[in-house]
């Protein structure tokens, strides 16, 4: 079972957790709930690729003919959607719904597709309830900014992701 989120996501937040070696994914909802997940540096490889995979969909990016001005059109946008991102927001600790429960599950599975300009990605684990996020460009960007921001604090070498293309499908499985 999964849980659709009924709202827009309102703050993203990956914080590391040395004595558990994963990052914390807490993700909050504009009409107040909360839903969390353990991540393993296996998993925030996986999601990685695929967040970035979202952003080289972009038209704007694959109309560019040159690798150069294809980076170049990336890094525009990415630096506007930082921009206009808020990272100084203290992250809403007080949640008044917890959909998922108080145990954080571990993050196992990841399932994603594209349509138009939105990345629909399912995280579930193992066995329970799981969510589907809606994610544009933007929420994207952010997302990617976090995974950065946690990994170096955790060390993990996630190596270069800019170039990964991984070939289009339809209700993409990773696991």
């Known amino acids: 079972m999964k849980h659709e989120m009924s709202s827009a996501i309102n703050q993203m937040q990956m914080l590391y957790n040395p004595e558990e070696d994963r ?68 992250f809403k600790d007080d949640p008044n719904e917890l959909p998922m429960g108080d145990d954080i599950p571990l993050a196992f599975k990841l399932t994603y597709n594209m349509r138009e300009d939105k990345l629909h990605l399912g995280i579930q684990p193992r066995t329970g309830q799981g969510i589907n996020l809606v994610i544009d460009r933007q929420i994207n960007t952010s997302m990617v900014q976090l995974i950065i921001s946690a990994t170096q604090k955790a060390d993990w070498t996630m190596g270069d992701l800019t170039g990964v293309a991984i070939p289009v499908q339809d209700d993409r499985v990773v696991n």
Do not use: C
Not at 35 to 61: G, I, Q, S
Not at 69 to 83: G, L, R, S, T
């Open 23 to 90: 990052i914390l994914f807490r993700v909050n909802t504009t009409d107040n709930k909360e839903f969390r997940f353990w991540v393993t540096r296996r998993y925030t490889f996986l999601l990685m690729k695929v967040l970035k995979e979202h952003l080289e969909a972009d038209p704007d990016v694959s109309m560019q003919g040159s690798p150069d001005a294809k980076q170049a059109v990336k890094n525009f946008k990415q630096e506007k959607a930082i921009q206009e991102s808020n990272f100084g927001q203290k």
